[in-house]
């Protein structure tokens, strides 16, 4: 069974669409994280979700919203797109915020805006 | 704020050969620190970790010793094989269990 689920793996899309990543964690986990990760390789935290609650939020556009409906789903959805989002979006996982609690990636969405 | 410092890569060595990776770390208080690997085209998975000062953490024959005194997590393993070429990254948390990064070294390992 497949720990954290992301869909889809890969998303093509033109300048000014909208589109939206999901993420779904089986872990029984009360944390949920996405990361994004650029061209070079550098990652960096977006947003952090504790029991449906907005607990990080890194200086990230508005164009980029996320939504949890229950403990195990974040969802992020990305409005008017630009070129500069494409990158590797990771969702990840934890039970509870402590600074020793693992997180867990999901396998990543590889976005392109052309 | 906190941030990861890691030596730039690619680090391209022969089978069986003695591996390093340095990685350098400014945060305060006392974080946890981590070393995740990225297989090509996969997600990140967790090699190591070490939550406090003198903590060594060991994996598949990786080790890294959470130095309080240089600020330093270094990633070692003795012989390395092909299968182990990926992207490591350095990270810790603080509050907020967020992670921070550093930049990701590149290994690449021929037979």
């Known amino acids: 069974d497949t720990a954290v689920s992301q869909t889809p793996k890969y998303l093509v899309t033109q300048m000014g669409n909208d589109k939206s990543i999901k993420c779904e964690q089986n872990l029984g986990h009360d944390t949920m994280y996405w990361y994004k990760q650029d061209s070079k390789k550098f990652l960096k935290i977006m947003f952090s979700?504790?029991?449906?609650?907005?607990?990080i939020n890194e200086t990230v556009p508005n164009r980029f919203s996320p939504k949890s409906p229950d403990k195990a789903h974040l969802n992020l959805h990305i409005n008017s797109l630009e070129l500069g989002d494409s990158a590797v979006y990771f969702c990840a996982s934890s039970q509870g915020q402590g600074i020793k609690n693992e997180q867990f990636f999901g396998p990543g969405t590889r976005l392109t805006v052309l | 704020g906190d941030s990861v410092t890691q030596m730039e890569g690619p680090v391209t060595l022969s089978e069986e050969a003695f591996l390093t990776i340095n990685c350098t770390y400014t945060?305060?208080?006392?974080?946890?620190l981590f070393w995740y690997v990225q297989y090509p085209g996969e997600g990140l998975q967790l090699l190591l970790k070490a939550t406090k000062a003198d903590d060594k953490g060991s994996n598949k024959g990786f080790e890294a010793t959470y130095r309080k005194e240089t600020t330093s997590f270094h990633l070692e393993k003795g012989s390395v094989q092909v299968s182990d070429s990926a992207v490591y990254f350095c990270a810790l948390t603080n509050a907020g269990n967020m992670l921070t990064f550093g930049g990701g070294t590149r290994l690449m390992v021929k037979p």
């Open positions: 945060a305060t208080g006392y974080p946890s």
């Open positions: 979700y504790n029991n449906k609650e907005l607990i």
